[in-house]
């Protein structure tokens, strides 16, 4: 499960074989986490937007490369 980016409340992995739809993992300093699907940037689980809303710039901006290495680390 490489860390992609770390951010001073959150950090943003992406899991080996994982399940679709594509999506990365945003953990939170205080150990909660939530699912971000890469391209709605949807977010599944009990984070408000508010809290991860940096790492959601970040998953927006680099939507195009988190798309790649999601189908090359779970194809």
């Known amino acids: ?3 992609l980016q770390v951010f001073p409340q959150s950090r943003v992995l992406m899991y080996f074989g994982d ?3 594509p999506h990365v993992h945003i953990q939170l300093s205080d150990g909660r986490d939530c699912i971000v699907e890469i391209e709605t ?6 984070i408000s ?3 991860i809303k940096d790492a959601l710039d970040w998953i927006e901006i680099e939507r195009n490369f988190l798309g790649h290495e999601w189908q090359r ?3």
């Open 41 to 46: 940037l949807k977010i599944i689980g009990k």
């Open 19 to 21: 399940h679709p739809p």
């Open 49 to 51: 937007y508010r809290e």
């Open 1 to 3: 499960m490489p860390t």
């Open 73 to 75: 680390c779970n194809a």
